[in-house]
């Protein structure tokens, strides 16, 4: 079964407690974005991750099937990913996820 938006937010909010001291929400792109240190690193849209990629890894992230750039406009977002529910249907597999976004925003401080 399909995670709803709201269950995949609860499931960031738990994977995020390691650095709940650092970690903010705020509503963006359409959805809920954890924010770290300020800078957005990891959300939920449309029942989809989106998540913040240091550039020298976004070749290797997307070769998963579960992946693809992330794009609104017709024009892909520089170090923005979209990932299926498929893609993070296990916690092990979300917390890889918020360990780059988070990868991610450290290295923008």
Not at 29 to 38: A, D
Not at 68 to 77: A, E
Not at 89 to 96: C, H, I, R, V
Request: charged share 30%; aromatic share 8%.
């Amino acid at each position: 079964m399909k995670d709803t938006s709201q269950e995949i937010v609860l499931r960031i909010r738990a994977a995020t407690l390691p650095w709940t001291d650092q970690m903010t929400e705020k509503k963006m792109f359409g959805g809920t974005c954890f924010l770290y240190k300020g800078k957005m690193c990891v959300g939920e849209t449309k029942k989809r991750l989106m998540v913040r990629i240091v550039p020298e890894k976004m070749k290797d992230v997307l070769k998963d099937p579960n992946v693809s750039p992330m794009d609104f406009t017709g024009k892909p977002m520089k170090e923005f990913i979209f990932v299926t529910q498929e893609g993070f249907d296990t916690e092990s597999k979300l917390q890889q996820w918020i360990e780059l976004g988070v990868e991610h925003a450290a290295s923008k401080q």
